[in-house]
């Protein structure tokens, strides 16, 4: 039987197996990596020795079979350990891609040589992954990508450039979207593993961006400048497969954003709650007011159904039955939820609600990239009317 949670709801999926993995996840993000927060916040970036730890816990790759070094479980335990990081406010670690997409790419697709060659090291954290597919001029258009990747005997040269990559700083691979057909658009595309350890002739990082929010996470320029790229890199084997492999794997990316979405509007609507209950105005708690309750209950129902429409296509998605409609329909409704809701909580606070000091003030400038990258909600609105 599911395990309840606080306020009584236990996902219909959950075992005994993710308690535990939750009470490890969060007493890592609690006491290892939270104590941190403000000096991550001011360096841009994660500390690698964080990852390195995760690993060392048995926290990344979870999804990943146990002959590559994973956890063997399935998209559940990414879920469970997704869900814990936001609870808790942790943001610097960039697991969503480096695990809930990065491992997925390459064991999904990926040759057995492949497999075992950079599996094992995304599982241990010794390597940092990241995927590359939005352009200056591109955005949530993947059809468009411009960078090319020329064969040259062995090799590709891979020339072009990336914006916007969450953990493009730190990265040491990169799952990289080229074109390797250039007559062609969507059916020209392929993906490059790009491993940067050796920091290769003709690439150089850009900027660490400055954001709004996620101050404390990487999101990095890249620039190719005719970089080789072993066609032994090509994922799968086989050119211009790119655009199906990402078709295939973006249900799971948003799905991985509707994760932190639900879990915000949970932890938001904890927050409010705990903050009304202690602050006092005319006399009596906020609590205490009518338009507060109400506040709150219209908040707790969003995430309440939010929840349960997330975990319907968590279960549809281990099943292999996660249509894109769906999945645009899951990443449009709980990215929305999450803002309204966060938002709506942050009222409660008043002007403290608007200081930095108070968690409501970072998840409100951090909660507005989810209505943007994974496909930007306008995006999602058209993939959703196709199917009407």
């Not at 999101?219 to 890199?233: H, P």
Request: hydrophobic residues 40%; glycine residues 12%.
């Amino acid at each position: 039987m599911p395990t309840p949670g606080l306020d009584g709801y236990a996902e219909p999926w959950r075992k005994p197996e993710h308690d535990e993995l939750a009470e490890l996840a969060r007493t890592f993000f609690t006491k290892e990596v939270l104590p941190h927060a403000a000096r991550l916040e001011k360096q841009g970036h994660p500390d690698r020795e964080h990852y390195l730890r995760a690993g060392e816990l048995g926290l990344l790759g979870l999804s990943v079979p146990e002959q590559y070094g994973g956890g063997g479980g399935d998209f559940t335990h990414e879920a469970v350990l997704l869900h814990e990081q936001t609870l808790t406010g942790e943001g610097s670690l960039g697991l969503a891609v480096h695990s809930g997409i990065v491992t997925g790419y390459i064991n999904d697709y990926g040759t057995e040589e492949q497999k075992q060659r950079w599996l094992p090291g995304l599982v241990s954290g010794e390597l940092v992954g990241a995927i590359g597919m939005t352009e200056p001029d591109g955005g949530s258009d993947v059809q468009a990508i411009r960078t090319k990747a020329v064969l040259d005997h062995d090799d590709y040269l891979v020339s072009g450039s990336k914006t916007f990559i969450t953990n493009g700083y730190v990265a040491d691979l990169i799952i990289l979207a080229v074109k390797t057909d250039l007559s062609a658009k969507a059916r020209g595309i392929s993906l490059l593993i790009c491993d940067l350890r050796d920091n290769p002739a003709g690439f150089n990082r850009g900027r660490n961006l400055e954001k709004i929010g996620l101050h404390s996470n990487d999101t990095a320029e890249l620039f190719f400048d005719e970089m080789r790229v072993s066609k032994e890199n090509l994922l799968g084997g086989a050119e211009n497969l790119g655009f199906i492999q990402m078709m295939q794997s973006l249900p799971q990316e948003r799905l991985v954003i509707g994760v932190g979405a639900v879990a915000a509007m949970q932890r938001a609507v904890e927050l409010a709650t705990a903050y009304a209950k202690e602050r006092h105005a005319f006399g009596k708690p906020l609590i205490g007011h009518q338009n507060t309750r109400m506040v709150l209950a219209e908040c707790a129902t969003r995430a309440r159904v939010s929840r349960i429409f997330l975990d319907d296509c968590i279960e549809r998605h281990t099943r292999g039955q996660l249509d894109v409609a769906t999945a645009a329909m899951a990443k449009l409704y709980l990215t929305e939820g999450q803002c309204e809701v966060v938002d709506r909580c942050l009222q409660i606070f008043g002007g403290y609600g608007y200081t930095t000091e108070y968690p409501i003030a970072r998840m409100y400038a951090d909660a507005r990239v989810q209505k943007i990258y994974g496909g930007t909600n306008e995006i999602m609105k058209e993939l959703i009317a196709r199917v009407l």
